[in-house]
């Protein structure tokens, strides 16, 4: 176990789609065929999803479509709102005035999921940076690369044109796109290109945590692998924390020293990666681990 206090520490948190009722418990947890409610409709899409993220650590979370996986992300990074549950950031990864907004002489924040949508747009600028399955999301396809570090940089507070360029092709070169095709949009690139500046668009602000949904989806084999080294070695360079979504258990084994496993909006099971992945304990994991054998 790491020594150090968590970064990030998540209690309870819960989500759902629907107004719920009486018959919803018991119904809709790990042990159900599903987290949908029978009788209401509702989806109980997160509850009670409890961890915390460390320094410098890769965080995984596996689970079948429809385990929450993405709804967790979705939810910490404020897209969406949770019902319930909260959110802390550790002090030592907050300075200058946010120090008096976020903490009141605490070792945590305030409960972030309680702060203003304004609020939650400052953390989001300064300490998160976020790589999605589908490129769309993350970038404007007609905007250059360098355009769309520089919109990013803009709302992590830089305003010098000629310093938001420079590191705008310092961080394309990181990431192995040709700062010569800085002026170029993302939709002239491939599929594995177009996830390389969207690294490069989530590294520019030096996020407190890097939230990625998927990211290798979609992309052939050989681009996914370049795209892995690519990752892990911006995070012991960088020396990122990570929450890496996926439902790739190789992607895990490779990125993440703890993982999560989620079923129908809850972790089944929790430990260090290796373990998850060689002695799983929960039955639901051993089926999701001999699935992918």
Known sequence: MNPEKPLIRVRALGKRFGEGCIRC????????????????GTI?????????????EALGVVGESGSGKSTLVRLLHFEWTADRGSFHIHRRAVTGPMT?????????????????????????????????????LGLRMQVSSGGNIAERLIA??????????????????????????????PSRFSGGMQQRVQIAKALSNNPLILFLDEVT????????ARVLDLIRSLKDELKLSMLVVSHDLGVIR?????????????????????QILEDPQHRYTQLLVSSRL
């Open 25 to 40: 418990k018991g119904v809709t947890d790990p042990e159900a065929a599903s987290n949908r409610c029978p009788r209401c």
């Open 44 to 56: 109980h899409a997160l509850s009670g999803v409890s961890f915390d993220v460390y320094p410098n």
């Open 100 to 136: 008096e907004t976020f903490f009141n002489g605490d070792e945590y924040s305030y409960n972030l999921l309680d702060i203003s949508p304004f609020q939650k747009r400052q953390i989001r600028n300064a300490l998160m940076g976020i790589v999605y399955q589908n490129p769309n």
């Open 156 to 185: 992590a507070g830089f305003r010098r044109i000629g310093t938001m360029r420079e590191r705008a092709g310092g961080l394309l070169e990181k990431t192995e796109i040709p700062v010569a095709r800085m002026d170029e949009a």
């Open 217 to 224: 989806t979609g992309l052939d084999l050989s681009v996914q």
């Open 254 to 274: 490779l990125l993440c020293q703890r993982t999560l496993v989620m079923k129908s909006g809850c972790v089944v099971e929790s430990g260090l990666t290796d």
